[in-house]
């Protein structure tokens, strides 16, 4: 357990731009597992996009910010396993033996992807959520290998009331958005979208639901191009799904 129920908030950007309702929902899991959320609103990106696309000055630019606009004092949690990997593993290039090394030590060591914190640090697995279908769970490349969450993201769905979660074939493979990767290789990683979703459709799945809005963001674009029966959601939205219904 945390010494201080304080936690402070880290959005991403893709999820302050494309799923704002996203950010609200961790706002109230974090509340109904009884932390006091501190957000700052000049919070942007962490530098991901220009770190992945070979950027590192911009990456290192747009870093130094993020160091600044966190104090470390509190557990900085996000809904977003590769950002949140970003910053654990990513900063160790950008930031080792500069001015902020040990501010950026500091904030490393107190950054969480969502699951992660409410499972091993709080210890918190039911909130009351309700969804009712068949569901897979999409093991993202950075919430596996940086974040090495797998058990955490399960065992809360396992608690959601009306939920059928099964395991689907490949599960752990990449589902092709790779951020610039899916439109440097647009082709390979349609197919790889494909194949995720048919590995769903093969389990006679309802949803897919993932730690990061990026491979959902991917997969749905696949599902609406093409017209299928299958939804993503972010497990943030299915941790407060049905909270009406309580």
């Given at each position: 357990?945390?010494?201080?129920?304080?936690?402070?908030?880290?959005?991403?950007?893709?999820?302050?731009?494309?799923?704002?309702?996203?950010?609200?929902?961790?706002?109230?899991?974090?509340?109904?597992?009884?932390?006091?959320?501190?957000?700052?609103?000049?919070?942007?990106?962490?530098?991901?996009?220009?770190?992945?696309?070979?950027?590192?000055?911009?990456?290192?630019t747009i870093g130094s910010k993020f160091l600044?606009?966190?104090?470390?004092?509190?557990?900085?949690?996000?809904?977003?396993?590769?950002?949140?990997?970003?910053?654990?593993?990513?900063?160790?290039?950008?930031?080792?033996?500069?001015?902020?090394?040990?501010?950026?030590?500091?904030?490393?060591?107190?950054?969480y992807e969502l699951t992660d914190f409410l499972?091993?640090?709080?210890?918190?697995?039911?909130?009351?959520?309700?969804?009712?279908?068949?569901?897979?769970?999409?093991?993202?490349?950075?919430?596996?290998?940086?974040?090495?969450?797998?058990?955490?993201?399960?065992?809360?769905?396992?608690?959601?009331?009306?939920?059928?979660?099964?395991?689907?074939?490949?599960?752990?493979?990449?589902?092709?958005?790779?951020?610039?990767?899916?439109?440097?290789?647009?082709?390979?990683?349609?197919?790889?979208?494909?194949?995720?979703?048919?590995?769903?459709?093969?389990?006679?799945?309802?949803?897919?639901?993932?730690?990061?809005?990026?491979?959902?963001?991917?997969?749905?674009?696949?599902?609406?191009?093409?017209?299928?029966?299958?939804?993503?959601?972010?497990?943030?939205?299915?941790?407060?799904?049905?909270?009406?219904?309580?």
């Amino acid at each position: 357990m945390i010494k201080s129920n304080t936690v402070e908030l880290f959005i991403p950007c893709f999820i302050d731009q494309l799923y704002p309702q996203t950010a609200f929902n961790t706002i109230l899991i974090l509340e109904k597992a009884g932390c006091k959320v501190i957000y700052n609103p000049e919070q942007t990106c962490c530098g991901q996009p220009a770190y992945n696309a070979g950027f590192f000055d911009e990456a290192k630019t747009i870093g130094s910010k993020f160091l600044g606009d966190f104090s470390g004092d509190y557990p900085i949690v996000s809904p977003s396993a590769s950002c949140t990997g970003m910053v654990k593993h990513g900063y160790n290039e950008l930031f080792t033996n500069t001015m902020v090394h040990n501010h950026c030590r500091s904030i490393q060591s107190n950054i969480y992807e969502l699951t992660d914190f409410l499972v091993n640090v709080l210890k918190k697995d039911y909130f009351g959520a309700e969804l009712e279908g068949r569901a897979v769970y999409h093991d993202s490349c950075s919430g596996l290998r940086d974040c090495h969450i797998k058990d955490e993201p399960r065992q809360l769905l396992a608690n959601v009331d009306g939920l059928d979660l099964v395991e689907m074939k490949d599960t752990d493979v990449c589902c092709g958005f790779g951020g610039t990767f899916a439109v440097k290789f647009s082709g390979i990683s349609s197919a790889m979208a494909e194949q995720k979703i048919n590995n769903a459709l093969e389990m006679n799945a309802d949803y897919i639901i993932s730690t990061d809005s990026s491979c959902l963001l991917h997969l749905q674009g696949y599902i609406d191009q093409h017209k299928i029966p299958l939804k993503t959601m972010h497990i943030v939205d299915v941790l407060t799904h049905g909270w009406a219904n309580i």
